[in-house]
């Protein structure tokens, strides 16, 4: 089946990662919730997933303890069918600890699956993501 998604569709998911990223560097967890759907889930490596008031919370402790830069970032495949859209990435950042430590290089793969709201607003409505070992190594 072909990808039948607008220009204009492709471009808006893509600034809701662009948004995403940009909120999470700047420690802003409103700006970040405004991305997420009224039911988002959430499904963290090895951990349970996280909806609801449980993932508010789960996201707001993390902005709170860690400052975020990312470094590369890439759209690896979107296929947007109707008002649901899938988005692949891979990205690295650097963690550092707000309480003082050591900072983490860390590299993920993810995907989102989005959603489009009544007003034409995408939103996040799934995210997971893993790990992935430091370039050269497996």
Same mark, same amino acid.
């Given at each position: 089946m !072909? $990808?039948?998604a607008s220009e204009l569709d492709r471009q808006q998911v893509f600034a809701v990662t662009e948004e995403e990223k940009a909120a999470i560097e700047a420690g802003d967890i409103r700006r970040y919730l405004a991305l997420l759907s009224d039911d988002a889930v959430f499904m963290p490596q090895n951990v349970h997933s996280k909806t609801g008031d449980e993932l =508010? =919370?789960?996201?707001a $402790?993390?902005?709170e303890r860690f400052t975020i830069k990312y470094h590369d970032f890439a759209h690896t495949e979107t296929i947007i069918r109707g008002d649901l859209a899938y988005h692949a990435y891979t990205c690295s950042w650097t963690a550092v600890p707000k309480?003082?430590?050591q900072p983490t290089l860390m590299y993920f793969k993810g995907l989102h699956v989005l959603r489009k709201q009544p007003g034409g !607003? +995408? =939103?996040i409505f799934r995210s997971? +993501?893993?790990t992935d070992p430091a370039p050269g190594q497996s």
């Open positions: !072909a $990808d039948v =508010r =919370r789960w996201l $402790d993390f902005l309480s003082g430590g !607003a +995408w =939103r997971i +993501w893993n």
